[in-house]
């Protein structure tokens, strides 16, 4: 069994195949527009770098390439172990098998935070915030990215798959604590009509992801997200 940081929200898609959850990595926001929106708001050049929920530490070589430190946390210990290989040639990019509500991080010791679709979905992540208030130093910034839930097809599949996700609760949540929020239109672009097959049926359930099979051609599909960011 993997070991798994305690209080650890599971994620499905990626803790049960990691491969798949790869062909999506690759294939989400080819433009880089997610990453050019969150630098234009707090850049990283330089600075403190920190991934939270970073899986198989995808993304923290192109923090790695800007950024002076990075630190990619991750509760499963599997994917650490995994984001720990992809980075061994990296000396400014260290990972730590911990949970976002539980940072093994000094105070006041991080630039920017990045969540990328993990464990900030709205009610119940307050410990996190907690973690992210005594992390980031004055003058840093922490992003959000997620789905968004009421936009395109994607949302209305994921409405569908999480009947229960009250896009009126999260918003609300996210006013509360003072987030600022701005839409975003990645898309996902795929080489192989079976990758992008692969990665809708980790996405929904078995019944919706058969319908956004087919009632997407080709090898390409929008992806609609929001931004949300805080200044400290």
Known sequence: MPRIAKGAIP??????????????????????????????????????????????????????????????????????ALAVRRCAALANVAVHAAAAQDLPL???SVDVAIARWAYFFGPGCEPGLRELTRVVRRGGAA??????????????????TVPTYSVREVESFWDRQGWQRRPLDLRMAFER???????????????????????TPGLELPYPNVLRWRYY
Request: charged share 25%; with cysteine; hydrophobic share 45%.
């Open 11 to 80: 994620s499905p898609n990626i803790w049960n195949t990691p491969q798949i959850y790869e062909l999506e990595n690759r294939a989400v926001d080819p433009e880089g527009a997610a990453d050019e929106a969150m630098r234009a708001l707090r850049p990283w050049n330089g600075a403190t770098a920190l991934d939270i929920g970073c899986g198989t530490g995808f993304h923290l070589p192109v923090l790695a390439s800007e950024a002076a430190q990075v630190v990619g946390v991750e509760p499963h210990g599997d994917l650490a």
């Open 106 to 108: 000094p105070d006041a």
């Open 143 to 160: 992003f959000v990215l997620d789905l968004d839930a009421t936009r395109g097809a994607f949302g209305r599949w994921f409405s569908r």
């Open 193 to 215: 009509r079976a990758d992008l097959e692969a990665v809708l049926r980790i996405e929904f359930t078995p019944e919706v992801a058969e319908q956004a099979i087919a009632e």
